[in-house]
């Protein structure tokens, strides 16, 4: 599975040039080859990614780094998924960042739509281009210089 040279070029298209142009995505999962694998396929769609193992580190890089988006697992160890969304929508510099879950876990996930915050649900698996292409489009659909505290 490989991320496709047009998938990379839709989400560079139109977008100032410079690092900090990229959009910024945290995937939160605690399987090291899930992080690395979703990460691969997001860094060559031209997206800046950040990586977070467990739902304690998840909170932390949010609120350091405010993503454009972030790719929530369920099952993380500590923390889980539903409960880190929950945190970081009660957290008024976080607020505004849409988290996505990304899981096996349908049902769970489905019932946590609304609950505990998510934006959207990403089934895993999922293919490189419709990973790259559902995330492009929720950034596009936020302003980041909206979750930005004044």
């Known amino acids: 599975m490989i991320v496709t040279p047009d998938a990379t070029a839709r ?4 977008r100032p040039s410079g690092r900090d142009a990229e959009p910024v ?4 999962d605690d399987y090291p080859d899930c ?3 979703y990460a691969m396929y997001l860094t060559l769609a031209g997206f800046r990614v950040l990586k977070a193992r467990d739902g304690f580190e998840a909170l932390t890089l949010a609120r350091e780094e405010l993503p454009d988006l972030i790719l929530m697992d369920l099952g993380l160890p500590g923390i889980d998924g539903c ?3 929950r945190r970081l929508k009660e957290d008024r510099a976080t607020r505004g960042v849409p988290v996505v879950a ?5 049902p769970l996930a489905a019932e946590a739509l609304d609950t505990a915050g998510f934006e959207t649900l990403i089934t895993k698996p999922c293919l490189p281009d419709e990973l790259a292409d559902r995330v492009g489009q929720l950034v596009r659909r936020h302003d980041r210089g909206s979750r930005r505290i004044a």
């Open 102 to 106: 990304l899981t096996a876990q349908t």
């Open 35 to 37: 992080r690395e694998m």
């Open 25 to 28: 995505v945290l995937i939160v």
């Open 83 to 85: 409960e880190v969304t």
């Open 11 to 14: 989400y560079d298209a139109g």
